[in-house]
């Protein structure tokens, strides 16, 4: 159990001093050889002094925009700005005029005052600087290649003044839609959330995590980086580059390292689904790997059923999967189904009514779209499905907008007060406006078994829960929700209504209610994943 720290700059302390030598990260070059390795003790030291380099230049408090290729340097400049009271900025190193508009952006809104790198990439770096013909990317800013500090400046390294509270890092979101916005990460944020997939994926010092996801990346920093840094655990890192020009490598390193966990978005497992070859399969044992976690986009049952059945007698079991929901704004992970459970809940639900809002079971012959549970909030989250306008929960087998309140929601953009009010300032209606809420257990049997209990009577379900329509201000319904239970996420089922209890006649005949991502995404009308309002 990691002991409750304040922040991050205490967790790498405590694991330098409880196991200095243990191996903390690996990195695997193209060819899947180890490039390079650190110690909890030498990510320590390295840590140390970029941080005495930057607090000798007056740097806390100050953003550091880290431009780094793939690899360990990346991970000891991101301790290296926490354990100086420093913002780190990951980003992406431009390799081409069209990666730059991004960056640009990027620097213009975070206006950091350094930016941290490697010496390889200095001279490229600096023709961006200021008189370049093309681009002036990096204006007044402080170019450091951390790689050639001399590290005797550790010993000069003071504890930096920072608390839970403290902003750790600003994390941008894509900018695919819309200019990109820095999310403001606490490192009471980031304790949260990693305790919280702690607990999901049943983890300890004694897993293993592989990665090859971007460092700059929410679901890469925060999930193969400093995942293992909380358990005291092992990272084997990659290049997302060297997965994809060969998707073996990735399930290569999970069996030579006999990983417990890793994972990514949906593509990944369809790459290694069409393109790892019999020869290549046969190689492989994935018997170890515990927690396949599966997010970042939609994830499709397809997917889950053609790579369990190629790698099935490669030692992989469909237990092992773990679909997952998250968004920057709420740190990374939000929903997850609790370990033990089988394989994850698919249902097939009517094609035509989710274009209209409504998440029903597909008759026989009807044309369906099939969908896949992301299990239920953790830790203290609370999660409601809502409809934006009126703020008011939407019913059993609605569609809406996702709510996230918990210590996970981070605390607004970087400098925009406007999209800060209107993504982070949600609140629920009144209860008076609202009505009734009404929240019971569903059965495990699914669609059958609910329609067969159902006719024993509502009395025979116990653990009912009424919220009274008066006397409920928005924030006591919001805490009466957290109360009652994991809503719409598989085990429990909600509705609201001016009826009486007993007259909840869509309780009584529906079906088991389908899980978030389930709820949240028709073709046309839902919100994408990453777009979900956030209340804190």
């Not at 830790?379 to 569609?399: D, H, M, N, T, Y």
Request: glycine share 8%; aromatic share 8%; proline share 7%.
């Amino acid at each position: 159990m990691t002991p409750a720290l304040p922040t991050f700059v205490e967790v790498l302390r405590a694991r330098a001093a409880e196991s200095p030598e243990a191996l903390a990260y690996t990195f695997l070059d193209a060819a899947g050889e180890e490039a390079a390795t650190l110690t909890f003790a030498d990510l320590d030291r390295r840590a140390r002094t970029i941080a005495a380099h930057l607090q000798a230049q007056g740097a806390a408090g100050e953003r550091a925009l880290l431009l780094y290729p793939p690899g360990l340097e990346f991970v000891a400049a991101f301790l290296g700005c926490l354990y100086s009271g420093v913002v780190a900025v990951p980003a992406y190193p431009p390799r081409s005029a069209r990666t730059l508009p991004r960056l640009k952006a990027v620097a213009a809104d975070a206006q950091p005052r350094f930016a941290l790198t490697e010496s390889t990439l200095l001279p490229r770096l600096r023709a961006m600087g200021p008189g370049a013909a093309a681009f002036d990317v990096f204006g007044a800013m402080t170019l450091v290649a951390t790689d050639v500090l001399d590290e005797a400046a550790a010993d000069a390294w003071r504890q930096p003044a920072v608390t839970a509270s403290s902003l750790a890092f600003l994390q941008y979101t894509s900018g695919s839609t819309a200019a990109p916005k820095g999310v403001m990460v606490s490192h009471r944020n980031l304790l949260h959330n990693e305790e919280m997939i702690r607990r999901a994926f049943g983890q300890s010092a004694r897993s293993v995590v592989v990665g090859w996801l971007p460092l700059y990346h929410d679901m890469g920093l925060i999930g193969c980086v400093l995942q293992p840094l909380y358990l005291g655990a092992r990272a084997v890192l990659m290049s997302p580059v060297a997965f994809l020009e060969r998707p073996a490598r990735w399930l290569q390193a999970i069996s030579r390292y006999r990983a417990t966990t890793s994972g990514g978005p949906n593509f990944a497992y369809e790459l290694c689904a069409s393109r790892i070859d019999d020869e290549e399969r046969s190689r492989l044992d994935l018997a170890s790997w515990e927690v396949a976690f599966n997010g970042a986009e939609p994830v499709r049952a397809e997917t889950l059923e053609r790579f369990a059945r190629r790698f099935g007698p490669a030692g992989f079991r469909a237990d092992a999967w773990y679909p997952c929901y998250g968004l920057a704004e709420a740190t990374l992970f939000v929903a997850g189904p609790p370990r033990g459970s089988t394989e994850p809940p698919i249902a097939s639900v009517a094609a035509a009514a989710l274009e209209q809002g409504r998440a029903v079971p597909a008759a026989a012959g009807e044309a369906a779209r099939t969908l896949v549970g992301c299990g239920t909030p953790w830790l203290g989250q609370e999660v409601a499905i809502v409809e934006p306008e009126s703020r008011r929960p939407k019913g059993a087998f609605e569609v809406g907008e996702i709510w996230v309140r918990g210590p996970s929601v981070a605390g607004g953009y970087w400098r925009r007060p406007e999209e800060t009010a209107r993504d982070f300032g949600g609140r629920l209606a009144p209860a008076a406006e609202t009505g009734r809420l009404a929240v019971l257990p569903c059965c495990d049997q699914g669609w059958q078994g609910w329609r067969k209990r159902r006719r024993q009577g509502l009395r025979e379900l116990t653990d009912v829960h009424e919220i009274p329509p008066s006397g409920q201000d928005s924030g006591s319904l919001a805490n009466a929700w957290g109360r009652m239970g994991r809503l719409l996420f598989g085990s429990v089922m909600v509705a609201a209504s001016h009826q009486p209890l007993q007259q909840f006649d869509v309780l009584r005949r529906t079906s088991e209610p389908l899980p978030v991502r389930a709820v949240l995404c028709p073709s046309r009308r839902g919100l994408r994943q990453g777009e979900c309002r956030v209340s804190r």
